[in-house]
């Protein structure tokens, strides 16, 4: 399957990806939810040293509810989210589900902060939540 490619909505943003994801999952926690302006956040983690980025990406980092420090990556040009880092888990990236250029392959393995969850995002009940 890799390399995984991807990019913001403008193009401006584009990345490569020589591995596997390791872990795709939904993140319905507030911060998610208010980040991609929807019930959640779609993302899968790959180890850092594996993905490639070209074009500038913007940073905006807020404390996470694990204490950790979460840093939010957009596109300056367009504002799509792209990809994520946490000082908790400072070898990977988390990288937006749709920026994919083939977003179906995309498969999420789990939801988590569902409790913070909204009534209107339904997401697969066969998925484990946490
Ligand atoms: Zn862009
Ligand atoms: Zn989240």
């Given at each position: 399957m890799p390399p995984l490619t991807g990019s913001c909505a403008c193009g401006a943003v584009r990345y490569s990806i020589t591995t596997e994801p390791a872990f795709s999952f939904h993140c319905q926690c507030h911060q998610c939810q208010r980040a991609s302006g929807t019930g959640h956040a779609s993302l899968f983690v790959v180890p850092k040293n594996s993905v490639s980025v070209e074009g500038e990406v913007k940073f905006y980092a807020q404390t996470a509810d694990d204490g950790a420090t979460i840093s939010r990556g957009f596109c300056p040009h367009c504002g799509s989210p792209v990809l994520g880092k946490s000082t908790g888990y400072p070898d990977v990236l988390m990288i937006t589900a749709a920026s994919l250029d083939e977003p179906a392959l995309f498969k999420p393995q789990k939801v988590v902060?569902?409790?913070?969850?909204?009534?209107?995002?339904?997401?697969?009940?066969a998925l484990p939540m946490a």
């Amino acid at each position: 399957m890799p390399p995984l490619t991807g990019s913001c909505a403008c193009g401006a943003v584009r990345y490569s990806i020589t591995t596997e994801p390791a872990f795709s999952f939904h993140c319905q926690c507030h911060q998610c939810q208010r980040a991609s302006g929807t019930g959640h956040a779609s993302l899968f983690v790959v180890p850092k040293n594996s993905v490639s980025v070209e074009g500038e990406v913007k940073f905006y980092a807020q404390t996470a509810d694990d204490g950790a420090t979460i840093s939010r990556g957009f596109c300056p040009h367009c504002g799509s989210p792209v990809l994520g880092k946490s000082t908790g888990y400072p070898d990977v990236l988390m990288i937006t589900a749709a920026s994919l250029d083939e977003p179906a392959l995309f498969k999420p393995q789990k939801v988590v902060f569902s409790a913070s969850g909204q009534a209107w995002d339904y997401v697969d009940p066969a998925l484990p939540m946490a």
